[in-house]
Structure formats: structure tokens, C-alpha cells
């Protein structure tokens, strides 16, 4: 400090000595440089660069200064008050670039982890498929007719022919319902849905109908107590076993492939009669498995042929008994197992998938079944 220095308080003229604001700065830069976020270096602004801090309060005091000393003076403190401002400002862009940079860091968004969506769920497989069986039949002008699945006894059996020994009605096979004496029981195959069709529509008819069915029968990965069928039925003038075979053989390459045929194996059923098995030939491999052991085929077990359904001309006790006159009208019907059906078609290789209500299931096979 120089030129002259009497006239004035001592103590002010330290506040305002090269030294005393030398170490102000100091204080100052140390401080911003130890605040390390926004908060810490707004408190120190305001202790070292505020109305109150020492700095400020050392300029109050130039204007007490006899005026040949303040040019000097207020030369150092604006260079020391330009100091502080200019730490200030370098530390603020410091710390809120490294602010900036732990919230990146902090808040980052890792597009490529796994989410948790919402889980989506799936139409089951087998009401796809039975959408997609009932399609064929709609497309050929058929209607899709519904019956209950608690049944009279009388439909699911005495109006389809069946004598009253018949061994199926034997309580190891069909679910009766108590009380046994109102002769209901939960249905052992779509067929009643004939007598109903009968009973309540007129000739010609043509219907197709899904749905649940019930047997007194293990619970395990080929057989349900509870599995679904679709019935046809066409009752009309001049229906012969040739129609059958036209619209199976039809059903059958809507389902499986152009290429597909069938093959009927006589059999037996009350309500049908002449009756037959009706046999898919394999649609993976036609046939070239058979007797070919480096072709294997899991689809038919190398058999060419895969057991689909029950069929037949109905029986004119059937159409009596619906009151239609058998002189005059004639029909075909047929049956097959929808869950089977998926299990081949679709390669599902356990029944209980059907009814355990695994989402998983139904989204495996999402699309597939149509
Ligand atoms: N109802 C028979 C069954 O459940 C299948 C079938 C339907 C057979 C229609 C012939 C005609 O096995």
C-alpha cells in the first residue's frame, strides 16, 4: 500500500490491505472449490460474494477512505471482487456440469433391460379352433346350433337309439346327477344337439355344434373328464353316405392341407347306421413313414393314417323318433374330439394343458389354432 495513510482508522485500512483481500479471495475460491452441488455453492456464494460477506463489507469502507488512497484501493478491490466473481463462475459451470452428469448416471435408462408389460393374455387354443372348424361349416352355409351341457337322459341316450342296457350308461362311464330319479346327467357326447336340432328345426337341416362333453375318465396327458366335440348333423331329401364322405374329405383339407384324405373303417353306433370310424390320412407325412424306419413320424406314429372321429348315416329309429319320416328324408352325422384334434394338429402334447388355464399354453399357441 502506498501514499499517504493518516487521517483514518487503522482497522479499516487492514480490512482493505492487499493481504486482508489476498486472503478473502483465497477463502472465497477455497470455499466455491469445496462446494461440490448447486446448494453447497449457493451458500457459499452468499458467504463469500454476498451483501454480507467480507468482501462486501470491506467495500462499504472505501467510501471512509481520504480520497487520495481510494483509486488505489478501489483498483484492488475490483480486481479482487472480479477474482471472487470469476472462481464463482467456473466452479458454478463445474458443478452443475458434474450435477448434470450424476443425474445422467443416476437416471439413465437402460432400453435393453427386460420389461415387465402388462401381461397380454390369448384366446384359448381350442375355442380358436373351434372358431375356425365352425368357419368351414358357415362357409358351406351351414348354421352352428348349441344344446345344454346338462342333459335329460332320454336325449343323450334313449332318443339316439341306445337300449337301456347299453354298456356307456353305466355309471363308470357317464356322469349322472343326483337326484338319480330326474334322469339328468352331464352330456357323454355332442349327439343329443341331433335330437334337439330335430326336435326343433325344420328339414333341411345342417347344423354343426361345439361343446363341452363328460366322462367318468382319468385325468392325465391323453385323457380328460371333460373334453369338447363338434357334431354335424344334415338331415335332407336324397343325403346319402357319399355326402358324408364329400364334406369329411372337405373338413378335412380346410383343416390339414389340400393334400389331405380320409378313409372310413366300419364301426358301430346306435344312432347311425351303416356307422364308421373316420381315419385323417397323416397331413405331415402321407404315409411315407409306413414300414420306413429311417422316416419316423411322430404325428401318426408311423401308422399314415391318424383315428379323427365317429360318423354315419343316421338311423331312421333316430329320425322317428324326432319325428321326421324316414321316406323320405335321410342324413349323415358325425363327430370328432376338438382337444385331440389340437393335440395332433397343433403338436400339444399333454390334454391337461387344455384345462389347467396356463396362459402360457394359450400363448404358445396364439394364431396357430386358427
Ligand atoms: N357321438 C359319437 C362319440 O362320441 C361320435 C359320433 C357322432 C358318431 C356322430 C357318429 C355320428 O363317439
Redesign the pocket.
Known amino acids: 500500500m502506498s501514499g499517504p495513510n493518516d487521517n483514518y482508522d487503522p482497522k479499516q485500512v487492514s480490512a482493505l490491505s492487499a493481504e486482508s483481500l489476498d486472503a478473502m479471495v483465497a477463502d472465497a475460491v477455497a470455499a466455491f472449490a469445496a462446494a461440490d452441488t448447486v446448494a453447497a455453492l449457493k451458500d457459499a456464494r452468499l458467504a463469500h460474494a454476498g451483501d454480507r460477506s467480507p468482501i462486501a463489507l470491506a467495500n462499504r469502507e472505501i467510501g471512509s477512505l481520504p480520497p487520495a488512497a481510494r483509486k488505489e484501493v478501489g483498483q484492488r478491490m475490483g480486481q479482487a471482487r472480479a477474482r471472487i466473481a470469476a472462481a464463482l463462475q467456473a466452479r458454478q459451470d463445474e458443478v452443475a456440469a458434474a450435477e448434470l452428469a450424476r443425474d445422467l448416471v443416476a437416471e439413465r435408462v437402460d432400453v435393453t433391460l427386460p420389461v415387465e408389460l402388462t401381461p397380454e393374455g390369448a384366446q384359448h387354443p381350442i375355442t380358436a379352433l373351434i372358431d375356425r372348424m365352425c368357419d368351414v361349416f358357415v362357409a358351406m352355409g351351414w348354421e352352428v346350433a348349441e344344446g345344454p351341457e346338462l342333459e335329460a337322459e332320454w336325449l343323450n341316450f334313449d332318443a339316439l337309439n341306445f337300449t337301456p342296457d347299453h354298456p356307456s350308461r353305466g355309471e363308470t362311464d357317464t356322469l349322472f346327477v343326483a337326484p338319480l330319479e330326474n334322469h339328468l346327467l352331464m352330456r357323454t357326447?355332442?349327439?343329443p344337439v341331433q335330437a334337439r336340432t330335430m326336435l326343433t328345426r325344420d328339414v333341411p337341416i345342417y347344423v354343426v355344434c361345439p361343446g363341452k362333453v363328460y366322462r367318468a375318465d382319468e385325468f392325465d396327458a391323453t385323457h380328460l373328464p371333460v373334453f369338447h366335440?363338434i357334431?354335424g348333423l344334415c338331415v335332407d331329401k336324397g343325403i346319402s353316405m357319399a355326402h358324408l364322405k364329400g364334406t369329411l374329405d372337405h373338413f378335412a383339407k380346410a383343416m390339414f392341407g389340400e393334400e389331405v384324405s380320409t378313409r372310413f373303417r366300419p364301426h358301430y353306433?346306435p344312432?347311425?347306421e351303416p356307422?364308421a370310424e373316420v381315419d385323417l390320412e397323416c397331413f405331415v407325412c402321407h404315409g411315407e413313414s409306413v414300414g420306413n424306419p429311417d422316416r419316423p413320424c411322430r404325428t401318426c406314429k408311423s401308422e399314415g393314417w391318424i383315428e379323427w372321429?365317429?360318423?354315419?348315416v343316421v338311423n331312421p329309429r333316430v329320425l322317428i323318433s324326432a319325428g321326421i319320416d324316414p321316406e323320405v328324408y335321410s342324413g349323415f352325422?358325425?363327430?370328432m374330439g376338438i382337444d385331440r384334434t389340437l393335440m395332433f394338429r397343433n403338436n400339444a402334447a399333454d390334454l391337461r394343458d387344455m384345462v389347467e388355464g396356463d396362459v402360457r399354453f394359450a400363448r404358445s399357441l396364439k394364431g396357430v389354432a386358427r
Do not use: M, P, R, Y
Open positions: 357326447h355332442t349327439s366335440q357334431e353306433f344312432f347311425t356307422s372321429g365317429g360318423c354315419g352325422a358325425f363327430g
